[in-house]
């Protein structure tokens, strides 16, 4: 049923589909017993014989055929993108192009070039042919309805969407629930101290914006002696949140022993223009 279309036309379809045996008994049950109460557009299944004042009901109702999509913690937009695309839910190159727009988010992170980190994960009930705008949109309410609420309790010094990154990149690292808020601290520390993250999922990030990523951290393309750069500056790049887990880190003396401190030491923490001028030039050196 599509939206704008004539009751009479959509009644007369239902007929020749066979699911009504004549147009006439909806459309005065419609106007008599319902009083021209209208019917919701939509994608319809009648998989078993009903009458047609049931079948009028459920035309009311706007009981849809919807699909269920999950999208779980840990996925960047390239790859939610694809899961969407899968389903027929639009295809991977638009959803490439909207979640590199970053003007529904603009009024919350103005800093941020994509919506990388504000496509909320959880499960989306969707009516088949729903646009991948119309998700796209869903995805960031759904971002602003979990993480808003948290915003006023950031005390790590960090804006908005150096949180998102961090809690991104704490989510992807943190392999059981309990591990995050430790996981947290020892990048928030190393932030503080000017170290290197030291996180993979930087990395990987990077690799894929340059088409240079095949699915492992060891492959070629992911190594600090062929991209130097990953030893001179702090690997904190853009990735996607999964809402306020990482947000908020425990306090811990710890920053690990598997990285050494960037070179000149000192300085000021990030802004977000420093870590997109790294994330471009670290872009760069891959293609070079």
């Not at 557009?41 to 009903?50: D, K, L, N, T």
Request: aromatic share 8%; proline share 5%; net charge positive.
């Amino acid at each position: 049923m599509r939206k704008g279309q004539r009751t009479a036309t959509i009644v007369r379809h239902l007929q020749e589909q066979g699911i009504v045996r004549d147009e006439y008994v909806p459309l005065a049950y419609l106007e008599i017993v319902r009083h021209g109460e209208s019917i919701k557009a939509g994608i319809y299944e009648f998989s078993r014989p009903i009458s047609a004042a049931d079948v009028v009901e459920k035309l009311i109702r706007g009981d849809v055929i919807l699909k269920t999509i999950t999208v779980r913690e840990g996925l960047d937009r390239f790859a939610i993108g694809r899961i969407f695309a899968a389903d027929g839910f639009g295809r991977v190159a638009e959803w490439d192009k909207l979640t590199a727009n970053p003007e529904l988010i603009h009024d919350l992170a103005a800093e941020a070039k994509t919506l990388e980190g504000y496509l909320f994960p959880d499960t989306y009930k969707l009516t088949p042919g729903t646009p991948a705008s119309k998700i796209v949109q869903l995805m960031v309410s759904n971002f602003r309805k979990h993480f808003g609420p948290q915003m006023p309790f950031i005390t790590t010094g960090l804006g908005l969407h150096q949180t998102v990154t961090l809690a991104s990149i704490v989510e992807s690292e943190a392999k059981l629930p309990q591990e995050r808020p430790l996981v947290a601290s020892v990048y928030l520390n190393r932030l503080q101290r000017h170290m290197l993250l030291g996180a993979d999922p930087t990395v990987i990030y990077s690799l894929k914006l340059a088409n240079r990523w095949y699915g492992n951290i060891h492959n070629r393309g992911a190594g600090e002696d062929e991209f130097p750069l990953l030893r001179r500056t702090p690997r904190w790049l853009p990735r996607v949140c999964h809402h306020d887990r990482g947000a908020q880190p425990q306090r811990a003396e710890v920053s690990g022993a598997v990285v050494s401190r960037s070179a000149g030491g000192g300085g000021g923490g990030l802004d977000c223009n420093e870590i997109s001028a790294r994330l471009w030039w670290y872009s760069m050196s891959i293609q070079t």
